[in-house]
């Protein structure tokens, strides 16, 4: 089935929906003529902002509902998520710092919401449930990766015991935003915009990076493919941070200083999609990686991913592959990749 078929008539839920990907998603999802798209977030002035922005781009605002509530709230989750067919689940606290110092409540709003998510999923009957997480989940070195795992396996552990419902689970998970809400573009920008210095933890430092319309396709795609339980992982443009941040000054016109500030709590040199260990239950294509769920053989999965074959027994990281070139960030940073 293709991914208009699959959308076009169905009623979504989609949790964090005003962050900069879900917004894309909602977006898309309109576009290829959901019923219903419901936006589910904690932050009103986000939701009267979105509303804003789509009535603007002319959208048939019609089709859409914002609901105010949190993940935590389950309750209040299980109300948004009645009578809808398909949950795309956004929301999460992702600032790595911020989960560093306030461990527990990343595990309030990152575990036990997911946890949440497929307790009414179940108890709703919701066709599927697509989780999106986060290279930081890949061999965890902080706080907010290690509870992006958890919740992978959370995840992959629900499409065991739903028991003969027909619902599905899965995860994908990707790299960092463009130009997202808390990424270091904005970040640049404002440090410029103020005479610079433009701060840096390491120019060397390498990172997966991708625009939100890319990953939306990857979102959409991975539901397309899925047989319920895997963890998609997309093969992702690498850049040095260095070089990111001589775009973004140069993108400005302005001549300004970079100054090294050295790494933050929790962060590291490069970046993991996949460990080695998940690679050993891993399926590739040219596109992706499929891993595969534990007590499963990943030959029974084979013939469900065209062009798959067993991935070599390696980790998938941010030093393996090319640093994209300063004009290939330009173009990315413009929208044009």
Known sequence: MGIKEMIRGKKVLVTGGTGTVGKKLAQRL??????????????????????????????????????????????????????????FHLAALKHVPACEYNPSEAVKTNVIGTQNIIDCAIETAVSAVVYTSTDKAASPTNTMGATKLLSERLISSADHWKGPRQIKFLSVRFG??????????????????????VTLTDPLMTRFFMSADRAVDLILKSLAMSRGGETFVFKMPVLQVGDLARAVIDNSGKDVEMSIIGLRPGEKMYEELMSEEESARALETDELFVIIPYDHDRREYQECYSGARLAECSTYSSTAAEAMSLEEIKAMLNGKR
């Open 30 to 87: 309109l576009e290829l003529e959901a019923a219903v798209v419901r936006i589910y977030s904690r932050d009103e002035h986000k939701q009267f902002a979105i509303q804003e922005h789509f009535t603007y781009q002319r959208l048939d605002m019609k089709r859409m509902r914002f609901f105010l509530g949190d993940v935590r709230d389950k309750e209040r989750l299980k109300r948004a998520m009645e009578d809808i067919d398909l949950v």
């Open 176 to 197: 960092n935003i463009i130009n997202s809400r808390g990424s270091v573009v904005p970040l640049f920008e404002k440090q410029i915009a103020r005479g610079g210095p």
